[in-house]
């Protein structure tokens, strides 16, 4: 299995950007960021395959969000702007075989980063 570190989380107010790092042991074929926010089921996020040629992200975070991948470093970006309070969360990325929004998509996770948004 990959092994997944996640980096990058915070605390930042309303309108802010962070932006999360997800350091792969190996190549990974799609690398997806999943969230979680408490009391509320995991939901996805965002994904990106190998190639860069398919990315997909939530509704909810369209526009404001942009992953990105530096494959020489096998590393995931995830780059958060005009973050809204509604975005809290343990954010989680994800390896697997296929480019896909469900959680069965994946076999390996990262222990996670919180993002806290404050109004």
């Known amino acids: 299995q990959v092994q997944l570190v996640e980096s990058g989380g915070g605390l930042v107010q309303a309108g802010d950007s962070l932006r999360l790092s997800c350091a792969a042991s190996r190549r990974t074929f799609a690398t997806g960021w999943f969230r979680q926010a408490p009391g509320k089921e995991r939901e996805f996020v965002a994904v990106?395959?190998?190639?860069?040629?398919?990315?997909d992200y939530a509704d909810s975070v369209k526009g404001r969000f942009t992953i990105s991948r530096d494959n020489a470093k096998n590393t995931v970006y995830l780059q958060m702007n005009s973050l809204k309070p509604e975005d809290t969360a343990v954010y989680y990325c994800?390896?697997?075989?296929?480019?896909?929004?469900?959680?069965?998509?994946?076999?390996?996770w990262g222990q996670g980063t919180q993002v806290t948004v404050s109004s």
């Open positions: 990106i395959s190998w190639t860069g040629g398919r990315i």
């Open positions: 994800a390896a697997g075989w296929a480019a896909g929004r469900e959680s069965s998509d994946f076999g390996s």
